[in-house]
């Protein structure tokens, strides 16, 4: 084990200990949900809502939080869009610290190190240093680790970490996009020292599998194996999410797992064709799927944008989140158009606790202002 995985494990070790003695922004303690809500789905899995929500009226200045990560070191950090920082909790949704200035953050991730990367729906990465300045995000600089200057019009709109400390970045050219087919889509790949190795083999605008049309977001299947095989968790394999169309093109995979084989003792990556004709590769579930997660089971989490308010076609899906079975079978979902306890309004982020004992989903319920949690209940 090298030396920056043991202090990273010495500063969670300190940093667990230490949530009980430490004070920090004081919030309503979670309340029981009302007796319809307790009894209406007895016997059956069902996810119910935790209170309080985590909104303007509990507390919360949230506005357009984009994306919510479930950290290596058990906390969660949220994009807060349109208030330009990283808002970081703790596991029950309580403040622990806010970012400097990082304008308008789109999606985040973590490495092995505890470093924060960071995209914005521009051609830069930014990286947050939690590690060299104790865990306290306010104390970290915001660096620029890598910009795109030769490629003006690339949009980094998703990133996920891979084999510890390189990782992926979902890519959306806007040059023409709004007449024609030439809007380019990619997923690239970084290596630990923020250097560009260049975009994976996907095909470019494709209609099936393996192909990337406007990529929303990445996730990793190193997410599934923190902590728990490390050999799995430097695959190369990965699950990415996307609109799946430009003015021209569609493609009906808004939802792909991309997985490996082996050839000549090297992992290539490869479509799961696999899941072709389950519930995950629905072609009439999603509309505009924002992210995606993973538990530590394989167990896969989706946030669908659905529709919005505005909009008179009542054929769309809703927005909502689901959750599905490793082999692709749909389990449960929570969906609704509107401000309520159980709808959305243009959700754009998912996180979810690793475990499945007393396991919370996060979502970012971007147009709303607020983060939702619900847990897994059969009672």
């Known amino acids: 084990m090298s030396k920056q995985k043991i202090f990273s494990l010495l500063i969670l070790f300190t940093l667990s200990t230490g949530w009980m003695s430490c004070s920090h922004d004081k919030f309503p303690l979670p309340s029981?949900?009302?007796?319809?809500?307790?009894?209406?789905?007895?016997?059956?899995?069902?996810?119910?809502?935790?209170?309080?929500?985590?909104?303007?009226?509990?507390?919360?200045?949230?506005?357009?939080?984009a994306d919510i990560y479930f950290g290596v070191d058990n906390f969660l950090y949220v994009c807060d869009t349109d208030n330009n920082r990283i808002v970081m909790l703790d596991g029950g949704g309580a403040v622990q610290g806010y970012s400097q200035f990082i304008l308008h953050p789109e999606a985040v991730t973590q490495n092995d190190s505890l470093a924060l990367l960071i995209v914005n729906k521009t051609n830069k990465i930014y990286r947050l240093d939690l590690f060299s300045v104790g865990h306290v995000i306010g104390s970290a600089p915001v660096e620029e680790v890598f910009a795109q200057t030769s490629e003006p019009s690339r949009q980094f709109t998703g990133i996920s970490v891979h084999n510890g400390f390189e990782y992926y970045v979902t890519v959306v050219d806007t040059a023409d996009s709004n007449s024609n087919y030439l809007e380019f889509s990619f997923i690239y790949d970084f290596n630990r020292k923020h250097q560009l190795k260049g975009p994976l083999p996907l095909y470019v605008n494709g209609t099936g599998l393996f192909s990337a049309i406007v990529p929303t977001a990445i996730v990793s299947i190193r997410e599934r194996y923190l902590d728990i095989n490390r050999t799995l968790e430097d695959s190369p394999a990965f699950w990415f999410t996307q609109t799946g169309r430009t003015s021209l093109l569609a493609n009906s995979f808004k939802i792909q797992e991309v997985t490996t084989r082996k050839f000549e003792g090297q992992d290539l990556i490869i479509p799961n064709t696999g899941l072709i004709g389950t519930d995950v590769y629905s072609t009439d579930r999603y509309w505009n799927p924002?992210?995606?997660?993973?538990?530590?089971?394989?167990?896969?989490?989706?946030v669908d944008a659905g529709r919005t308010l505005a909009d008179p076609d009542t054929t769309k899906p809703l927005p909502g989140f689901y959750r599905f079975t490793p082999s692709g079978t749909l389990l449960q979902s929570v969906t609704g158009l509107g401000n309520g306890d159980k709808q959305f309004t243009n959700p754009k982020g998912i996180a979810v606790s690793p475990y499945p004992e007393d396991q919370t989903v996060y979502i970012a319920d971007t147009d709303n202002n607020r983060i939702l949690l619900f847990r897994l209940s059969t009672n």
Do not use: S, T
């Open 32 to 65: 029981i949900p009302d007796v319809d809500d307790r009894y209406a789905n007895i016997g059956k899995a069902v996810y119910n809502l935790v209170y309080p929500i985590l909104n303007d009226q509990n507390g919360y200045n949230f506005r357009r939080p």
């Open 290 to 302: 924002e992210d995606i997660a993973l538990d530590r089971q394989g167990y896969c989490f989706v």
